[in-house]
């Protein structure tokens, strides 16, 4: 565990010195545009409340993510300035723990189960079929934030197979892409 989050923050630290040092800053501190005035003042409170404070950052980081709905890499840097640790830290945090989420989430969540039990009722190819109708890959969200794509293990209900998640509604037997296609429409 130890040895992960060594590993990870240095990997974090040998990303973010790109950001530090490479033209990515600009584009990391233009992340923080989309946020409005009041977003990044409450991300400033937040941070200033736990300045200091010894094992403050992931109930921070949980608190930004929630008024921000996910962590770009500008988000992290001013974070990161706002606790007074390193950056490295941060990263590594924020990458290894599969809550916190990088990239925007879509209002909706579509989850496509990749178990075992899915998979060989042709999960890809329902994957597929939805990757293909929102234009986006896996870990993806489409440009009006509608939607988000995902795979995950077993859902626990193989017996419906192949599976998929939309927000909080279990779909089973997913067979017809059509018919989905026609929801998501909606
Ligand atoms: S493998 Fe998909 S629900 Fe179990």
Same mark, same amino acid.
């Given at each position: 565990?130890? #040895?992960?989050? !060594? #590993?990870?923050?240095?990997?974090?630290?040998?990303?973010?010195?790109?950001?530090?040092?490479?033209? @990515?800053?600009?584009?990391?501190?233009?992340?923080?545009?989309?946020?409005?005035?009041?977003?990044?003042?409450?991300? @400033?409170?937040?941070?200033?409340?736990?300045?200091?404070?010894?094992?403050?950052?992931?109930?921070?980081?949980?608190?930004?993510?929630?008024?921000? &709905?996910?962590?770009? =890499?500008?988000?992290?840097?001013?974070?990161?300035?706002?606790? !007074?640790?390193?950056?490295?830290?941060?990263?590594?945090?924020?990458?290894?723990?599969?809550? #916190?989420?990088?990239?925007?989430?879509? $209002?909706? !969540?579509?989850?496509? *189960?990749?178990?075992?039990? *899915?998979?060989?009722?042709?999960?890809?190819?329902?994957?597929?079929?939805?990757?293909?109708?929102?234009?986006?890959?896996? &870990?993806?969200?489409?440009?009006? $934030? $509608? #939607?988000?794509?995902?795979?995950?293990? *077993?859902?626990?209900?193989?017996?419906? =197979?192949?599976?998929?998640?939309?927000?909080?509604?279990?779909?089973?037997?997913?067979?017809?892409?059509?018919?989905?296609?026609?929801?998501? =429409?909606?």
């Amino acid at each position: 565990m130890v #040895f992960s989050c !060594n #590993f990870l923050a240095s990997l974090g630290f040998l990303y973010l010195r790109r950001v530090e040092v490479g033209m @990515d800053i600009s584009k990391a501190y233009a992340e923080l545009k989309e946020f409005s005035a009041e977003q990044l003042k409450e991300v @400033d409170d937040i941070t200033s409340k736990h300045r200091g404070r010894p094992g403050a950052l992931i109930p921070v980081l949980e608190k930004v993510q929630e008024v921000l &709905g996910y962590l770009p =890499a500008g988000v992290l840097m001013k974070v990161a300035k706002g606790l !007074n640790i390193p950056i490295a830290n941060v990263y590594g945090v924020v990458t290894f723990y599969s809550f #916190f989420t990088m990239v925007p989430k879509g $209002r909706h !969540n579509i989850r496509v *189960c990749f178990g075992t039990a *899915c998979y060989v009722k042709r999960a890809q190819r329902v994957f597929d079929k939805l990757s293909d109708f929102l234009g986006i890959d896996r &870990g993806g969200c489409t440009e009006d $934030r $509608r #939607f988000s794509l995902e795979t995950v293990r *077993c859902l626990g209900v193989c017996g419906l =197979a192949p599976v998929i998640v939309i927000d909080e509604d279990t779909h089973g037997q997913v067979t017809s892409p059509r018919r989905g296609k026609a929801k998501l =429409a909606k």
